[in-house]
């Protein structure tokens, strides 16, 4: 009898330690699922674009250079910005309280030594796009230990490093910058930009001699950049890696291929996420789809050699300025003469130059046309959404009195989002006594971010919606559904593979308590959160009731 019962304790004993086992390991897995990390999804990213000269100065020792020390004209001098600045805001967590998850800067390869006056007043090439040496950085952005640190700081705060690349053309010719030989550039007529031929086959402007990306015919090294590397005892090995890349690829020496690998190698040494590719029209587009090429081989290797470095699966982005491309346009860009479509000759995204004139209109035209055009005619697709950039001199908003409404068009709306630097603080577009586009490229205003309270809340309302959509892909990426058009209430949606989001997105809400339907987006007595505001509610009846001082909320779901 005793015997039995101790048997039977026994078998109460055991399934009592399964039980608890099993409650532990399915807690373990809830658990897991509740703190599952939001995954990158590039087609939802919040991009942030800035001027690495005008930005932020962490290194005064690297302010003058070459001998750069004349007149230039207002805003078109090197202002001292660099890359050690960006790694100060990154170490101060600026980009992450803004909710960027993509840092794309200017240029920052070595440009032309002197400057030049193109009718706007004399400038050197403190913007980054007059190159003279594609595989060296300009002193006056920093070095390449600072841009490898820049990557691995970036990286170790979830955020992806977007470099800037140019294949058109090279810098000026100054009386110290010689021009490339003949084999590698043209430098005239100039672009009439009427057809396919003269956009592409032409420079620019006068003095920017233009890559002859078209040409098949091989060429040598140029005289000049030979003398440089050799003075600076690094010959031998960029001839070599020059002797690798060309055998490994079988391409000819012709001068896009060279260019190609020297961009390339920028992903193979630092491990750079991804390139927005300048002035993109103005070459064959096969010259793209070869890039395309090249940076995949090349961010794979990368991977390969660097695996504890690996972010995730996502393959190496790309961004064209095609400039004047509209996302109303589908996938292809109208030459007069000629379509092209970029999206097949290696872009998985394009800057869409429409979205200032479509964010005019209100919220339900604006959210459902991309919604629509992204998820149909641009599936697979993405765009790149800006309301104010370095070379558009007809901003959403140029004198800076709707920084609120630019934020919330902006980082709401379907697509990429560019935030571009000062947006989140009204940083003035207007600069009395620039000429042309400086007046779009002033220092950025950290001193309005520390004392000016209107700055100040401009810009907390940047950070909430900028964290709200970095958390949430289904804000940039998912589908738009509107739940109502007064006041105006929306769904997103998103699912890939096993991972889906939903959030609702309310806007012009009464101030203090409101109802806001949310349909069957939410499950009833669900808990949700108005990342807006901070306050939590319940699903009842598909509708929740939020109680905030501001006509905004945000609704996640509180797993």
């Not at 939001?38 to 690297?62: H, I, Q």
């Not at 396919?196 to 040598?220: G, I, M, R």
Request: include cysteine; proline fraction near 4%; hydrophobic fraction near 35%.
């Amino acid at each position: 009898m005793i015997n039995r019962k101790i048997l039977v304790s026994l078998c109460v004993l055991l399934a009592t330690t399964l039980t608890v086992a099993q409650t532990k390991k399915q807690s373990k897995a809830n658990s897991k699922v509740k703190t599952e990390k939001t995954p990158f999804v590039w087609e939802g990213a919040n991009l942030y674009f800035l001027m690495t000269d005008r930005f932020n100065n962490g290194d005064k020792s690297n302010d003058v250079n070459y001998s750069r020390n004349k007149t230039a004209g207002k805003l078109r001098g090197f202002e001292g910005g660099d890359l050690k600045g960006i790694i100060q805001k990154l170490d101060e967590g600026y980009f992450t309280k803004l909710g960027i998850n993509v840092i794309w800067f200017t240029p920052v390869v070595e440009q032309i030594h002197d400057g030049v006056d193109e009718g706007t007043g004399f400038s050197y090439g403190f913007h980054g796009y007059w190159t003279r040496d594609w595989t060296a950085l300009d002193p006056n952005f920093g070095t390449k230990k600072d841009l490898a640190e820049l990557v691995k700081k970036a990286h170790a705060k979830g955020i992806r490093i977007m470099l800037d690349g140019v294949i058109n053309h090279t810098g000026p010719v100054t009386p110290v910058d010689s021009v490339w030989p003949e084999g590698w550039v043209r430098t005239e007529p100039k672009c009439q930009y009427s057809n396919f031929e003269n956009t592409t086959a032409c420079t620019l402007v006068a003095n920017l001699p233009d890559v002859k990306t078209e040409s098949k015919v091989a060429v040598e090294l140029p005289p000049f950049l030979i003398e440089k590397w050799k003075a600076e005892g690094r010959y031998e090995k960029e001839v070599a890696s020059l002797d690798d890349f060309f055998k490994r690829t079988g391409y000819p020496r012709t001068p896009k291929y060279y260019i190609i690998k020297w961009l390339t190698d920028y992903i193979t040494e630092f491990g750079i996420d991804g390139y927005r590719a300048d002035t993109v029209k103005h070459t064959d587009e096969s010259v793209w789809a070869d890039f395309k090429t090249e940076c995949d081989f090349a961010f794979a290797d990368w991977k390969k050699k660097n695996p504890t470095q690996v972010l995730d699966n996502n393959p190496f982005y790309t961004i064209a300025e095609v400039y004047n491309y509209n996302i109303s346009s589908g996938q292809l860009f109208d030459f007069g003469d000629k379509k092209v479509n970029y999206y097949e000759n290696g872009f998985t995204a394009m800057i869409n130059f429409e979205f200032k004139s479509d964010a005019q209109k209100d919220y339900s035209t604006l959210f459902s046309k991309y919604s629509d055009l992204l998820n149909n005619q641009l599936k697979g697709h993405s765009v790149l959404n800006y309301l104010s950039s370095h070379d558009d001199g007809g901003p959403f908003d140029g004198k800076r009195t709707k920084s609120i409404e630019t934020g919330t068009k902006l980082l709401l709306s379907p697509g990429i989002s560019q935030v571009y630097y000062g947006d989140e603080s009204a940083r003035s577009l207007v600069i009395e006594g620039t000429q042309g586009d400086a007046t779009l490229r002033s220092l950025m205003n950290w001193n309005d971010l520390k004392t000016n309270p209107e700055t100040q809340k401009v810009l907390l309302h940047w950070q909430k919606l900028g964290q709200f959509r970095r958390n949430h892909p289904a804000v940039g990426a998912g589908v738009n559904t509107e739940i109502s058009s007064k006041p105006y209430v929306c769904s997103r949606a998103f699912t890939r593979g096993n991972y889906s989001d939903t959030v609702v997105i309310g806007l012009d809400l009464v101030i203090g308590k409101k109802e806001i339907p949310v349909g069957s987006t939410f499950k009833e007595g669900a808990k949700v959160k108005d990342a807006y505001s901070g306050k939590l509610a319940t699903v009842l009846n598909g509708k929740v009731n939020v109680d905030s001082e501001f006509d905004i909320v945000l609704l996640e779901l509180i797993k």
